[in-house]
Structure formats: structure tokens, C-alpha cells
């Protein structure tokens, strides 16, 4: 089954300890992304990659870093969480020029 | 920049007709899709539109005015399961990359 795999589904962790959210899809899609989700904003771009070793900032990138070391994996990584980062995070792909993305089940971290 | 503007909710009956509209703002615009999330689920894709026109899946069917900056999603036959929100999202180019901007959702209740 074609799929975008995210994990954990839910965290809650204190502030400044560092976290990653993995995803990995099984779909060889060159293209992945990661937004966060928060109430009335819609989803807002943190990363994004158009292939292995190749990232970019997307809208909202401070306090996050990403890897891209496998075509499969694009893992977010969060080195000093704070509360404001509090949110519901999704993991998408999709082919280089394709017009549909697919999106993981979604974390939703809280840091108090 | 870019900017999406969609009703933040709608509300309508079982059976009936809805329609969710987009404006945007954007540069380097390639086409408008539209995604359906439940409940804070995985959002998924249910339309893209690169050309003026309507085109349509089923149930559901999407409208784009490139001229007018304009687009909307129609939902005939309402169903309960429809209850959701919805966004619209502008494809666009951002540096060397095409992106996905979304705009901040339209909360959908179908009611009995």
C-alpha cells in the first residue's frame, strides 16, 4: 500500500529536549515536505526537499532542521523545542512536478 | 508573497449544494488544488485545476478563473461524511522549486 509513514503519532515533551519526527514513504517520490498545522492558519510550510542532500526553508523553518540522506526518509528534527512549537505536524510527497501530495497521519507534538 | 482567502466555515443540509470559494494572490501560479481533511486527519487530494474551467469528479467538482484570481469547490449531494474542512492550495513557483501553499481551511457541517 502506497503510504506516507509518520512517527509518533503524539509527543509531549519538555522544553529543550531535543526530538525527531520521522517519516518515510514507500512511493520513490523524489519530493518531501513537512508543514505544521495550527488553529486558523492552515498548513504552513517548515521544509522541504526536492531529492536526497537537497533541502530548502520553506515559510516557517526557525527552530527546525530536516535531513535528507535517503530518498525514502526525511526526518524532522526539533534540537531545542520550545512551547510555541506546540502543534500538529504533517509529512507529505509527491513527485517532482506532480500536482497531488500525500500526506502522513500526522504528529501532534505539545512541549510544555 | 502570497495570500489565500476561503471561508472559515459553511454550513449546509444533507442533499443540498455548497460552494467554497478561494481567492489568491500569488506569483509564478501554475494551478489551484483543493484537499479535504477530517478532524485532523491526513489531508487528501481532491482536485487540481491548471486551466479556466470546471472539471469535475463525482460528487465534487472545482472551478478556476486564472484571469479573476479565483477559484471554488462544489460539493452537490451532500452527505453527512462530508463534514470536514477543506483548502485550498495555489501550486506556485518559490525559488527552484514548485510549491504548495495552502490557505487556512473552511470547516464544512452537513447537517440532517
Known amino acids: 500500500e502506497a503510504q506516507v509513514t509518520q512517527n509518533p503519532r503524539y509527543l509531549i515533551t519538555v522544553t529543550g529536549k531535543k526530538l525527531t519526527v520521522t517519516c518515510s514513504q514507500n512511493?520513490?517520490?523524489?519530493?518531501m515536505s513537512w508543514y505544521r498545522q495550527d488553529p486558523g492558519l492552515g498548513l504552513r510550510q517548515i521544509y522541504y526537499s526536492m531529492n536526497v542532500e537537497v533541502t530548502d526553508k520553506g515559510d516557517v523553518p526557525e527552530g527546525y532542521k530536516v535531513s535528507r540522506k535517503e530518498k525514502r526518509n526525511f526526518p524532522l528534527i526539533l534540537e531545542s523545542p520550545s512551547p510555541n512549537q506546540t502543534s500538529l505536524y504533517f509529512c507529505?510527497?509527491?513527485?517532482?512536478?506532480?500536482?497531488?501530495?500525500?500526506f502522513g497521519q500526522g504528529t501532534r507534538l505539545t512541549v510544555v | 508573497g502570497q495570500s489565500l482567502e476561503q471561508p472559515s466555515e459553511v454550513t449546509a443540509v444533507e442533499g443540498a449544494i455548497v460552494q467554497i470559494n478561494c481567492t489568491y494572490q500569488t506569483s509564478g501560479f501554475y494551478g489551484l488544488s483543493w484537499y479535504q481533511q477530517h478532524d485532523g486527519g491526513a489531508p487528501t487530494f481532491l482536485s487540481y485545476?491548471?486551466?479556466?474551467g470546471l472539471e469535475e469528479t463525482g460528487r465534487f467538482s472545482s472551478f478556476l478563473s486564472r484571469s479573476d484570481s479565483y477559484g471554488y469547490l462544489l460539493l452537490q449531494e451532500l452527505q453527512m461524511k462530508d463534514s470536514a474542512s477543506y483548502f485550498c492550495a495555489v501550486r506556485e513557483v518559490q525559488g527552484s522549486a514548485r510549491q504548495l501553499t495552502f490557505g487556512s481551511g473552511t470547516q464544512l457541517t452537513v447537517l440532517p
Open positions: 512511493m520513490n517520490h523524489e519530493y
Open positions: 507529505a510527497s509527491r513527485v517532482t512536478g506532480g500536482t497531488e501530495a500525500f
Open positions: 485545476n491548471a486551466l479556466d
